[in-house]
């Protein structure tokens, strides 16, 4: 009995994915639950797990193409059986290192939209240029294959690697295949030294997402902005004080622990700050608990995870939830549940040694809080008599709101509590 495995939908309006990666290979022998796959879904790349346990028959997709839902991809067969009689297309093998070869399908990139999640994550997607189709491969060998190195002199040289004859048996382009075009009897190419040029990214996944994502929300909710200086030199004493305290041990203590307990304890006096715009049913929705996103860059782009139900946690517990959580987005590896429910997001510009900015507010919610770099600036403190200038830590705080149903009043309120408890950590207990 042979067992075709269809592309799943795991949740959350897939409608279809791209082959990464290939992790098993005809004849191999697997289990349930084994990998057999990555595909790359608009949050993160994922690993499928097989449903059927048998010998591998054959692999119906190649890498770097998009199927649908319900696609078969592989075909699984029982144990006693043999596989097919044709062997695995080389076309259809990872792309990996391991390998060393890399495969480039045909140059057809329609898109759609991907909404997709998926369950596990694989870090580091390979980019490739896309193919979109509904069923599975008619045929295999369709791609050019090239080790990596070989790819790279090509695209240097402008070389089209479906010109070019392969020496190996298996069909691989090398870079003696292209030494050989560039150097043989009547060459006209020639290596030249690289004087600038250009290089292209297919927009797909996570980066496409994103980008629709920031599009809708910029163009279908009146942004406000609003921005306060503080003196946050009292926070960076505590941020020191934390770090020493035992409790505190495991936890990686920053400015940024502190900006977002102070965001929690503002919702309280304003949480139409944590609410959201139903424009279809024309209602506002109030939360009645706080998903705190925390914007972080991937090698793959923005992503945005969230503490689910972080106005319930001690300082200590937000620590150590904030520092997991985007210790895992720096990796790739978020699942999908942990990037959906938000409520409420902050930005942290400030590493990247930015002062302030406007930000975008994520789809599905109503505002977002920006923190911009601590500097060490002249300050005017004290009053009267007593007035001086001092050097002090001074951040820059802004906050974005949907102006549809949070005035002026509403969003300054709540960032001034936000920047009161900032700058004296101590008015924490008044809220």
Not at 103 to 130: C, F, I, M, Q, W
Not at 170 to 191: K, M, Q
Not at 207 to 224: I, T
Not at 329 to 350: C, E, L, V
Request: aromatic content about 4%.
């Amino acid at each position: 009995m042979v067992n075709e495995f269809k592309l799943p939908d795991v949740g959350e309006g897939l409608t279809e994915a791209e082959i990464v990666e290939w992790h098993v290979a005809v004849g191999d022998v697997i289990k349930v639950n084994d990998p057999v796959c990555d595909i790359e879904t608009a949050k993160s790349v994922v690993e499928l797990p097989s449903p059927y346990a048998g010998v591998v028959q054959e692999l119906l997709v190649e890498v770097g193409t998009e199927v649908q839902v319900g696609t078969p991809i592989i075909r699984i067969g029982d144990s006693a059986e043999a596989p097919a009689a044709s062997s695995e297309p080389p076309s259809v093998e990872p792309a990996s290192e391991a390998s060393g070869v890399e495969t480039n399908t045909a140059a057809d990139e329609h898109e759609k939209p991907l909404t997709l999640v998926g369950y596990g994550s694989k870090e580091d997607a390979v980019v490739r240029r896309n193919r979109t189709v509904s069923a599975p491969a008619a045929a295999a060998g369709t791609g050019v294959l090239a080790k990596p190195t070989a790819r790279k002199i090509a695209r240097d040289l402008g070389v089209d690697l479906a010109t070019v004859t392969p020496e190996r048996d298996d069909g691989v382009i090398t870079t003696a295949d292209l030494e050989n075009l560039t150097s043989g009897p009547g060459s006209s190419t020639e290596p030249a030294a690289p004087v600038g040029g250009e290089r292209r990214e297919p927009i797909k996944g996570l980066r496409k997402q994103m980008g629709q994502a920031m599009v809708d929300s910029a163009f279908s909710l009146p942004h406000v902005t609003i921005w306060t200086t503080i003196d946050v030199t009292r926070t960076s004493e505590l941020v020191a004080t934390l770090k020493a305290n035992r409790d505190f041990a495991e936890v990686r203590v920053s400015p940024l622990l502190i900006v977002a307990k102070a965001t929690l304890l503002a919702m309280r006096r304003t949480p139409i700050v944590n609410s959201w715009w139903d424009e279809a049913a024309q209602e506002i929705v109030f939360k009645e608990y706080v998903n705190l996103g925390i914007a972080a860059a991937t090698p793959r782009g923005l992503q945005v995870p969230n503490v689910k139900g972080a106005d319930r946690m001690s300082l200590v517990e937000l620590g150590t939830a904030i520092n997991e959580l985007t210790a895992t987005a720096r990796t790739g590896k978020t699942p999908p549940a942990d990037q959906t429910g938000g409520t409420f997001t902050i930005t942290n510009i400030g590493p990247f040694g930015i002062d302030g900015g406007a930000p975008i507010i994520n789809p599905g919610e109503s505002a977002i809080l920006s923190v911009g770099a601590i500097k060490r600036q002249p300050w005017v403190v004290g009053t009267g008599d007593d007035e001086r200038i001092e050097p002090r830590d001074v951040c820059t705080l802004a906050l974005s709101f949907d102006h549809r149903h949070i005035d002026g009043e509403a969003g300054s309120r709540f960032l001034a509590d936000v920047a009161r408890i900032v700058e004296d950590p101590s008015t924490a207990l008044l809220f």
